[in-house]
């Protein structure tokens, strides 16, 4: 049973439509809630750390928050730059040293 | 800083030969993980080290596969024999601190025929 869920599997925006992706997690003990972004071709880039419930980060157009079960990733008008795989990854007390990802949500923002 | 370096970036092989996966972490990372990337498992990890000593290989799919960290900058992933089943891509990642985030390298394109 996956620990991580992502969803939607894909999602396809106009430009400036904003939206919300959604990381769901079954783990207790969660030590830490990290979001990164892959491009094509590339090594996930790392984006945000979550900590604590009701904790929320900012970035440009991205804002990550997050709750006892889920994590969302608020894209507020997206451009087409943003698109990309979101990939969302926990740290929790079973897990030792490792982090455990979800498979992803591949944004595609058009013009 | 350079970031993770990984080489080669692409390799294609035969079934049957060896093939070896180098990375060079991040200086001053003492954790360095090994993951691979397919479209249905998405990324799944495979081993990770802590000032080089191999800490948990449990995601190791089987003995064909092997890993070692002989000092603090380098490490090798190495398929042997390889399979087709092993087409994947392949990330070295290191962190500073145990939990913490991870940095990765641009992977490793291995695609076996």
């Known amino acids: 049973e996956d620990q991580v869920t992502q969803s939607p599997e894909a999602l396809r925006l106009q430009e400036g439509e904003s939206s919300s992706l959604n990381c769901s997690y079954t783990?207790?003990?969660?030590?830490?809630l990290f979001w990164y972004r892959q491009d094509p071709g590339k090594g996930p880039e790392f984006l945000f750390t979550?900590?604590?419930a009701g904790e929320e980060k900012e970035k440009e157009r991205l804002k990550a928050t997050l709750t006892k079960k889920e994590s969302f990733l608020h894209i507020t008008a997206p451009k087409p730059e943003d698109s990309a795989t979101y990939l969302c990854a926990v740290h929790y007390s079973n897990s030792g040293y490792a982090l455990n990802f979800g498979k992803g949500t591949s944004l595609l923002v058009t013009p | 800083d350079a970031g993770v370096i990984q080489s080669p970036r692409h390799e294609v092989t035969e079934m049957g030969q060896e093939v070896t996966l180098r990375c060079k972490p991040i200086?001053?990372?003492?954790?360095l993980f090994w993951y691979r990337q397919t479209m249905m498992r998405g990324l799944e990890l495979l081993i990770y080290?802590?000032?080089?000593?191999?800490?948990?290989d449990s995601g190791m799919p089987e003995d064909r596969f092997s890993a070692k960290m002989p000092n603090a900058s380098f490490s090798t992933l190495k398929i042997q024999p390889s399979e087709p089943r092993d087409s994947a891509v392949y990330f070295c990642?290191?962190?500073?601190?145990?939990?913490?985030?991870?940095?990765f390298g641009p992977g490793t394109r291995l695609t076996v025929l």
């Open positions: 080290f802590n000032n080089n000593v191999p800490i948990d």
């Open positions: 783990v207790s003990g969660l030590r830490g």
């Open positions: 979550l900590y604590s």
């Open positions: 990642a290191s962190s500073p601190l145990p939990g913490d985030t991870q940095y």
């Open positions: 200086s001053g990372h003492d954790y």
